[in-house]
Structures are given as C-alpha cells and as structure tokens.
C-alpha cells in the first residue's frame, strides 16, 4: 500500500512492526473488502467509519500490517452513568491517591454521569486473528492513546459495549461493569490514577 502521508504511531506486534494511521483517502479501497467476522464492526467501517470521521462524531485509526488493514479502532467523547456502588470505588480510590498525596483540595464525584473516551467499534482482520495483533493494538495504541486523550480532555478511563468480546477485554484488564439482558456488557479499563499523577506533576512543574 503505498501513501505519502505519515503514520500516526507505530507499534511492535508479533508479526513485527504495525503502523496506525488516521483514516484516510488513501485506505478507501481497502476499507470495503475488511472482514472480521462481525458484521456490526464490518459494516461500521465500510459503511459509516469515513462519514462519522468527517462529521466530528468519532475518530477511527486503521491498523496497518504487512500492508493489509489488519485492523481498526473507533474512539469518541461520552458520558456514562457509573453504578452507586462502582461510582464509590472511584471516589474511595481517588481520597487515597490525595492523601498520599497530602492534597487538601475538594473534588466532588456525585454527578449522575462522568466522561469516559467511549471504544465504539474495534476490529481485527479474521487472517490476523488468533496472533496476537489484537492485544497488542490494545496495549501498546489504544490504551495510551486513550491516556493522553483523557489528560488533555479530561475523562476517567476507556468504556466499552460487547457481546463477543469480553473473554478479550477481560484479559486485558478491563473490570465489567454492567450486563444486560441481551448478552451485551459495558467493561470499563481505569485511568483515573495515571490522569492524577500526570496532572499532579504539571500542576507542580516549575
């Protein structure tokens, strides 16, 4: 696949290195021909993911592997209402982070819903399945993309909705949090800490 334009990262995976791109002009052809056996994801990026990019309503990275799209990832601001009881973990957990600390200063986290970046639609390519790829586009791109994203954005942590997926998510630490009955669940992965120390040593920066 030849393009001049840059990519966005680059990450080591199993098949060696992968290079994550902004979606663009240049992967159009490659996008209707993507395949990883779930047609939701599979009609989201042939169908909506250009569209939803332009129109400001999500961001999607193309996961490029040996020149094929081996993947791809959709991100996008929400808000999402924590259960009282989880809602109380977070709270306990950042008074802990303050007091070691020694902040004194008052946060208050009783609001019905808190920012979250929301992980709308993740994809890996059926031939790039079962190697790896997927975990490592996890850990080495969205997660620290979706840290920074909060420390310039301001949110708590990464949220998604699956119903085929969550053996994946859950190896890869992600807490669920809530299970419909549909079979769907909403796993959240915590950032809220590495917010805090980042935040904190700005806050503190001579």
């Known amino acids: 696949m030849s393009t001049n334009i840059q990519p966005y990262d680059t990450i080591s995976t199993p098949l060696g290195n992968c290079y994550i791109y902004t979606i663009h002009l ?3 052809n490659r996008l209707g021909s993507f395949d990883c056996g779930e047609e939701e994801q599979n009609d989201f990026i042939k169908r909506f993911a250009v569209g939803h990019y332009l129109t400001g309503i999500n961001h999607t990275f193309l996961l490029i592997c040996n020149n094929d799209l081996a993947g791809f990832v959709s991100f996008s601001s929400y808000s999402y ?3 009282e009881g989880f ?3 977070i709270r306990e957990a950042m008074k802990k982070e303050f007091n070691k600390k020694g902040l004194p200063h008052e946060f208050d986290i009783s609001f019905k819903k808190l920012p979250v970046i929301l992980l709308g639609q993740l994809g890996i390519n059926k031939i790039y399945q079962g190697k790896g790829v997927g975990s490592f586009f996890v850990r ?3 997660i620290p993309y ?3 994203y909060c420390i310039r954005n301001s949110c708590i942590g ?3 909705y699956t119903k085929t997926a969550k053996e994946f998510y859950e190896k890869l630490g992600f807490q669920l949090i809530y299970e419909d009955k ?3 669940a909403n796993y959240f992965y915590s950032l809220y800490k590495n917010v805090l120390e980042v935040r904190y040593r ?5």
């Open 158 to 160: 990464i949220l998604v």
């Open 81 to 83: 209402a924590f259960a």
């Open 87 to 89: 809602l109380g973990k």
């Open 140 to 142: 080495s791109f969205i």
């Open 26 to 28: 240049s992967f159009l």
């Open 202 to 206: 700005t806050f503190l920066a001579k």
């Open 182 to 184: 549909n079979g769907g």
């Open 146 to 148: 979706s840290l920074g």
